[in-house]
T-cell receptor
Framework: AQKVTQAQTEISVVEKEDVTLDCVYE???????LFWYKQPPSGELVFLIR??????QNEISGRYSWNFQKSTSSFNFTITASQVVDSAVYFC??????????FGAGTRLTVKP | DADVTQTPRNRITKTGKRIMLECSQT?????MYWYRQDPGLGLRLIYY???????NKGEISDGYSVSRQAQAKFSLSLESAIPNQTALYFC???????????FGPGTRLLVL
C-alpha cells in the first residue's frame, strides 16, 4: 500500500524567512513518481514539481527547492525568502505502479507580512 | 480557455437527490480522475479511467458512479446524496506514463 505523510499540519512564518515542508512516503514499488501541488486560497490545485524514483538530484526553481532522499523516503520542499503570496496549502503526492495517486493531508503555510 | 473544466462550480442539494458533476478537458489526455477533498484528509481518489472503455474504482468509490462518455468527458454521479458527501470535488487528467495530473477548478458540493 502507498502512503504519504505530511506531519506538519500548519506552519506560520514571517515574510523573508525560509521554510521547509516535510513529506515522507511509503511504497513497495521500485518505480514511482513524487509530486508537489500548491492550493492557494482560491482553491485550485497548481502543479509545482514531479520527480521520478530514479532521479535523486535536488532541484531548484527560483525560491523553491526540493530535496529527494530515497534512503529516508522523503521529498521535502523548501521555500527561500518566503512571501505573503506563498500562503497556501501544499500537498505532496505519490504515484506508483498501480497508477493511482495518493496525496498527503497537506500543510497549510501562512506567511505573515 | 481552461484546459480542464468542471460544472457546476457550486451545488447545494438535499439528502436523497441524484446529482451529476461533469468534467471536460481539451488537453487530449486519455486518463481522467475524480477526487474529493475534505479538510485534513487531502485528496482521495474516487474513480479513474484510462480510456473510454476502462473504468477503475479508487480508494473511496462507495456511493459514487462514473461515466466516460468520450475521451474528453468524465462524469461523476451521486445516485442518492448524503450529507457526508459534502466536499470539494476535483477532476484531473493526465497523459501516458504517469505524467503529471492537471486539475480542474473544483466543484463545491453541499448536501443538506
Amino acid at each position: 500500500a502507498q502512503k504519504v505523510t505530511q506531519a506538519q499540519t500548519e506552519i506560520s512564518v514571517v515574510e523573508k524567512e525560509d521554510v521547509t515542508l516535510d513529506c515522507v512516503y511509503e511504497t513497495r514499488d521500485t518505480t514511482y513518481y513524487l509530486f508537489w501541488y500548491k492550493q492557494p486560497p482560491s482553491g485550485e490545485l497548481v502543479f509545482l514539481i514531479r520527480r521520478n524514483s530514479f532521479d535523486e538530484q535536488n532541484e531548484i526553481s527560483g525560491r523553491y527547492s526540493w530535496n529527494f532522499q530515497k534512503s529516508t523516503s522523503s521529498f521535502n520542499f523548501t521555500i527561500t525568502a518566503s512571501q505573503v503570496v506563498d500562503s497556501a496549502v501544499y500537498f505532496c503526492a505519490l504515484s506508483g505502479r498501480d497508477l493511482d495517486m495518493r496525496f498527503g493531508a497537506g500543510t497549510r503555510l501562512t506567511v505573515k507580512p | 480557455d481552461a484546459d480542464v473544466t468542471q460544472t457546476p462550480r457550486n451545488r447545494i442539494t438535499k439528502t436523497g437527490k441524484r446529482i451529476m458533476l461533469e468534467c471536460s478537458q481539451t488537453k487530449g489526455h486519455d486518463r481522467m480522475y475524480w477526487y474529493r477533498q475534505d479538510p485534513g484528509l487531502g485528496l482521495r481518489l474516487i474513480y479513474y479511467s484510462f480510456d473510454v472503455k476502462d473504468i477503475n474504482k479508487g480508494e473511496i468509490s462507495d456511493g459514487y458512479s462514473v461515466s466516460r462518455q468520450a475521451q474528453a468527458k468524465f462524469s461523476l454521479s451521486l445516485e442518492s446524496a448524503i450529507p457526508n458527501q459534502t466536499a470539494l470535488y476535483f477532476c484531473a487528467t493526465s497523459g501516458p506514463k504517469q505524467e503529471t495530473q492537471y486539475f480542474g477548478p473544483g466543484t463545491r458540493l453541499l448536501v443538506l
